[in-house]
C-alpha cells in the first residue's frame, strides 16, 4: 500500500479533528513550526509529530514509506511489550484506522512522549562530565542484559532512538519499526538501522535477537573513549549521528583515524583492537557484550593498522544519502526523507515574524530561482544561543542532517528547506572535506584540515561540535546577524492556502496565520515583497467562506 507523502500530512493534520479518526486524537494539539505548519521529525518508515491532548504529550507516527505486514509487526511488537511491562519501552497503540487523506484510511501509532533528550543532546552536553558517562555506560549495560534475557532486539540502536535522563540513570528506546520479538522469528528485518552503528554485513536476513551485540559494543567502546579522554569528542568530530567512530572506521579499521586517535592510550588499545577485528569478521562472530567486556569470544582475524601517511579513505558512507546542497532537482527528490546536505553558504537572511518571533534562512544559492537552504525558527535559534549564523559564515562548506521540508513555489522562486532544532546539526567542513563527502574529484581528506584556531580567529565564536574522517574539522560557531525574509513567508502562506483549495477531500484544512517582519536592509526579502497585501487578506478571506459553508452543510 502506498502510504501518503508528507505534504499530504502535513496538510491533514492542520485540522485534525476533520481527518484523525481516533477519539481521542480528534481534539489533539499539534506542534508546529514558526511558520504554522506541523511540525514533522523523521524517524524509518514513519514521521514523527509531538501532540498534546487531554494535558498529555503524545508522539504520532505516520507511516511514509511501505513496510511489509506493517500491522502484523506491529501486533506482535504492542503484544510482547505489553508483557514486559518494562520501564524501557514506552507504552503505544497501533491505530488500523487512524487518519483519512484523500478518501483512504491509514494506520498510526500513537505513543507516550518519552522523558529526557536524546543520547546525542546528552552527550553534546555531558561528554566532559565522567560521572554521566559512567551512569549512562551502567545503563546500557543493565538494558543490553534484559533485552538478552528477553530475546528481544530493537534494531536501530543509535543516539537518535535512545532517550536519557537523570544524568544517565535512566534510558528509554523509542521507535519501534524495527523491533525483534520472538514471535517474528523467520521475518525479514525492515530497515537495517542507522549505518553508523551497525556491523558493515548486516543485510534484512540478519533478524533475530542478536541484532544489537554490535551497536551495544560500539557505544560501550565509544563511552570508555570519552571517558578516558573527553578531547575525543572533537578529535573525533562527533555529531548527532555518530559517536567517535562511523561506518568508514569499521569498513576499514586498519586506515581509520578513529582508532588511531582511540590507541594511543593504553587503557583503551585492547578494546579498540577487539572492536576492529569485529568490524572486520563475519557478523555471525560478533560476541555479547558482556563476552566482550571480558575479552571472550572475540574474533582471531587480525588487523593491522596502518602509519597515517599510508591511510587510503575509501569512499564516503554516511548514515543517509549524501546531497550537494545545490542540487535542487535530487533535493525534490528526498521530501520527507533525513538526508545529510553538503554546500557551502551564499548568504544569511534573518527576520521576525508576526508574532515577533525571530528567524533565519542560510541560502546556498541565489535565492531568486529554484533553491535550498536551512530554515531556523525561534526554537532553533534558542537553542542555538549565541551560535546562531552570522554573516561570517558565508562561503563557509557545511554539512547538516536533517529532514527535507516539502517544496514551497513563490513569485518567480521555489525553495526545499532544511528545519535546524540541535546545535550539532550544523558542522564546518574544509572544501576537500565537502569534495569527499560528495563523491567530487579533488576531495582529499587527508590533504587541507581546517584547524579550530583558524576558524576561531576569521569568526571570534566558540566552536561547535564536528564531523568526521581523517583531517581536523571545526564546526562552525555562531551568532546572530542578518535581514529579513517577509515576502517568502507570506508567499508560503499564500501557497498553502492554494494547495488547501485544490487538494479535493482535503480542501476544508486550516491555515496558520501569516507572519511578519519588523527587520530593514534585506535585499531578499524586498525584492519578494512584490506581492500586495491585499491577496493575502483575499485568500483568507476564501478560506472563511468555505468553511462557513462547510459548517452550514
Known sequence: MAYPSLEQYNEALQAPHLYLLDAQLKNAKVKTSGLGMPLALCGGFALTYSIESAGKRYALRCFHKEAPELERRYQRISQRIKQLSSPYFLPFDFISDGIRINGNVYPLVKMEWATGETL????EREHCNSTALSNLRNSLKNLNQFLENEKIAHGDL?????????????????????????????????ELGQLNFQHPQRSAQNFDE????????VLDVALQALMVDAGLWRKTNCDPDSIIFRRNDFLNPSSSSAFKEVLRFPALEQAAKNLAKIASAPISQVPRLSDFLQQRNIPSNVVSFVSTSQVVMGAYQGPYPVLDATDFTAFSKAIGSKVELVGKIHSIARGTT???????????????????????WAEGLNILGNGAPDHSWVGRWISVSGLVDPAFKGKGYTHISLNITQRSQI?????EQANYRLNKNGGNPGGVSLKNSDVLSSMGRNPVNTPKTSPTVTPIPLSVTGSRNQNVLDQMRQSSARSVASRGSNRHLVTPPLPSSHST?????SEETSENGWIVWLWGAIIIIVLIAVGRS
Open 120 to 123: 546525542s543532546e546528552f552527550l
Open 158 to 190: 543509535q543516539p537518535g532512538n535512545i532517550m536519557v535522563s537523570q544524568n544517565g540513570s535512566s534510558i528509554q528506546l523509542i521507535d519501534y519499526d524495527g523491533l525483534y520479538v520472538d514471535s517474528l522469528k523467520g521475518s525479514l528485518a525492515t
Open 210 to 217: 542478536n541484532l544489537d551485540r554490535f551497536s551495544f559494543i
Open 354 to 376: 508576526r508574532r515577533g518571533d525571530p528567524y533565519m534562512f542560510v541560502n546556498f544559492s541565489d535565492w531568486r530561482g529554484n533553491a535550498v537552504k536551512l530554515t531556523i
Open 427 to 431: 558542522v564546518a567542513l574544509s572544501m
Open 521 to 525: 536592509n534585506n535585499s531578499q526579502s
